[in-house]
């Protein structure tokens, strides 16, 4: 018998880093050039199968909120972030600017919790290496600091988008316990 759960994840970033189209790629394996602003929140669904600590298997639902990132809607409403456990934090490696709201955008959903979520930082636009603005050194740094892990992804061509998604995933099962946990 397959164990069943429900994990809620968030995309965070300031517009125009790619949520969106991260998502797209990882759930449909598509990527579509024509910008599209996030109003409000979007929530998509993908399941994984993963493997816990004892090697059984998990079938994994996960419910990945893309959460607006407009710097006038900076304050976001906390039911958006409501169970979340995953959070995958999207800078464009392009624009400095995105990578320096970072901080923001974690302690904005880590404000009111008792426990640390999952995190995970994905510099996207790597694809775009001749115009990289943000330094690997910089992106270490903040990395530790965060205790998070670090992908450069790129949405239009997939580089390391499932392997972020996927880390995620094993992350959430191998720490099953907490809040927000059900069996289905």
Not at 20 to 46: E, H, N, P, V
Not at 114 to 139: C, F, H, W
């Amino acid at each position: 018998m397959v164990v069943k759960y429900n994990k809620k994840i968030c995309l965070l970033g300031d517009e125009g880093v790619g949520k969106t189209s991260l998502i797209k790629r990882f759930i449909f394996d598509q990527f579509d050039d024509a910008y599209q602003r996030t109003i409000g929140t979007k929530i998509s669904k993908k399941d994984l199968m993963v493997q816990n600590k004892d090697g059984k298997p998990i079938q994994l639902f996960m419910m990945i909120w893309d959460i607006i990132g407009h710097k006038s809607s900076k304050k976001v409403p906390a039911t958006y972030y409501a169970g979340v456990e995953g959070i995958l934090v999207v800078f464009d490696l392009t624009r400095p600017e995105t990578f320096s709201d970072l901080d923001y955008w974690v302690n904005s959903i880590m404000a009111d919790k008792n426990y640390s979520p999952v995190i995970a930082m994905l510099g996207n636009k790597s694809d775009l290496e001749g115009q990289r603005k943000v330094t690997d050194e910089q992106i270490m740094t903040t990395a530790t600091k965060l205790n998070a892990k670090y992908y450069l992804t790129s949405a239009r061509t997939g580089q390391n988008v499932e392997e972020a998604f996927t880390y995620m995933g094993k992350e959430l099962v191998l720490r099953h316990s907490g809040p927000g946990w059900s069996w289905i």
